[in-house]
């Protein structure tokens, strides 16, 4: 079955700018989890979803939201970008309910690169 | 706050080498989980531990919830486990977290030499 899949990969937009990210999980999945990557930081959580409904959210900016349809896919939009958003954005998905990472298995995207220029 | 720290660093080993790595913690837990990243970015899940220890194949994790520490094991290492493991922790609900405090360690790079 398919994996994890995050689109685009790779993506470079200008200050000021706002950017949507979208994952779609794994089928049947019901639970998705959004991460930022960055070489100073390391790994982030920015927020989960279950049932279209937000469970959990990290330490960020309001700049940073998401939401999550029907079919478990989900979106991240970062608004008036910086910098500083610059990083890996990965999405994690699992079968049970969040946390994700506290399910016996969860699976990862690939990830999207953003650069902001 | 949960602190995460993560040891070695870095770790250089030869092949075939018993190799760990440390994940320590400052609150108390309701789970960890251990991850591997390959170059490139992609992340996989390894273990989800609350308690004990977990074993598949060449991988061994084990955790002490007293001590707030978890141990990740690779025997008879080989060049394809050189990536970057990274714990994450998961705070239980009373330690003043919950999920929205989950928290990485900084990664363990680890290169198994031929």
């Known amino acids: 079955k398919a994996g994890v899949t995050q689109t685009p990969r790779y993506l470079i937009k200008t200050r000021g700018q706002q950017v949507t990210l979208s994952c779609s999980p794994i089928s049947g999945h019901r639970s998705v989890s959004w991460y930022q990557q960055t070489p100073g930081q390391g790994l982030q959580f920015l927020f989960e979803y279950f049932s279209e409904t937000q469970r959990n959210k990290g330490n960020f900016p309001g700049r940073f939201s998401g939401r999550q349809f029907s079919n478990s896919r989900s979106e991240m939009n970062v608004s008036t970008l910086e910098l500083g958003d610059s990083a890996l954005y990965l999405c994690?998905?699992?079968?049970?309910?969040?946390?994700?990472?506290?399910?016996?298995?969860?699976?990862f995207g690939q990830g999207t690169r953003l650069t902001v220029v | 706050k949960n602190e995460v720290e993560q040891s070695p660093q870095n770790l250089t080993a030869q092949e075939g080498e018993f190799i760990t790595i440390n994940c320590s913690y400052s609150?108390?837990?309701?789970?960890l989980h251990w991850l591997q990243q390959h170059p490139g970015g992609g992340i996989v899940s390894l273990f989800m531990?609350?308690?004990g220890k977990k074993k598949h194949g060449r991988l061994i994790a084990t955790i002490n919830i007293q001590e707030k520490h978890s141990s990740l094991h690779i025997t008879a290492s080989h060049p394809r486990d050189s990536a970057v493991y990274i714990c994450?922790?998961?705070?239980?609900?009373?330690?003043?977290?919950?999920?929205?405090?989950?928290?990485f360690g900084k990664g363990t790079h680890l290169i198994i030499q031929p």
């Open positions: 994690a998905s699992s079968w049970g309910a969040p946390p994700v990472l506290k399910n016996t298995e969860a699976f």
């Open positions: 994450a922790v998961i705070p239980s609900p009373n330690s003043g977290g919950g999920a929205d405090g989950l928290t």
């Open positions: 531990l609350s308690s």
């Open positions: 609150v108390g837990i309701s789970a």
